[in-house]
């Protein structure tokens, strides 16, 4: 069964880079399906952040100008980067594997991340 | 965007008894609906696709319904491990968006 583990700092500076790696196991990336990042910052809902599929990515407008995500097929690992971190984006973020674009059947634990100087 | 307008944001319950959780997009999306459990510290759990796919490995007391802009999760006979916090999300198109979710309480 496929195994999704986040992996990253858990606190970030203001104004900061955020990277943060999901290590698949059990399923190989390459297989042709979507892999996303989520979020969910404290006492609020989901928030999702973008996707990859076939080389291609698909990313939420709100965070499209600071937001990379790519693919790490050799270690059969996707990541995001975050540039120019905010209060706003402390969060508990997930990745996870979508069978389509919007159909996420499985999904890691989560990091947690804090911006704090 | 789409918005989801989930409710209610919280009920409390009994084991036992019945929830039905109610979503509302702000636009039809057919039934590109999927709905989500999540607990703290665990994985979130995909419960079910398109409306009212139920997923494998998901107890039948869970059930999806709706299509256009209202949809429905029902779940009958809580058990224990039920006690969660369920979320809608729209598939219809991008960006993905979720209902501000419901967290249901002993």
């Known amino acids: 069964q496929v195994r999704l583990q986040e992996s990253g700092p858990g606190l970030v500076k203001p104004s900061e880079t955020l990277a943060l790696i999901c290590n698949v196991s059990?399923?190989?990336?390459?297989?042709?399906?979507?892999w996303g990042w989520f979020r969910r910052p404290p006492g609020k809902g989901l928030e999702w952040i973008g996707s990859?599929?076939?080389?291609?990515?698909f990313y939420n407008p709100s965070l499209k100008s600071r937001l990379t995500i790519s693919v790490d097929a050799s270690n059969n690992q996707f990541s995001m980067r975050l540039t120019s971190v905010a209060a706003a984006d402390a969060a508990l973020y997930y990745c996870a594997r979508g069978l389509d674009a919007y159909t996420y059947d499985s999904w890691g634990q989560g990091a947690l991340v804090a911006v704090s100087s | 965007d789409i918005q989801m307008t989930q409710s209610p944001s919280s009920v409390s319950a009994s084991i036992g008894d019945g929830v039905t959780i109610t979503c509302r997009a702000s636009q039809d999306i057919n039934n590109w609906l999927a709905w989500y459990q999540l607990k703290p510290g665990k994985a979130p759990k995909l419960l079910i696709s398109a409306a009212y796919r139920l997923q494998g490995g998901v107890p039948e007391r869970f059930s999806g319904s709706g299509s256009g802009t209202d949809f429905n999760l029902i779940i009958t006979g809580l058990q224990p491990e039920d006690f969660a916090t369920y979320f809608c999300q729209q598939g219809h198109s991008f960006p993905l968006t979720f209902g501000g979710g419901t967290k249901v309480e002993i």
């Open positions: 059990f399923y190989s990336i390459d297989n042709g399906l979507y």
């Open positions: 990859t599929y076939s080389g291609r990515t």
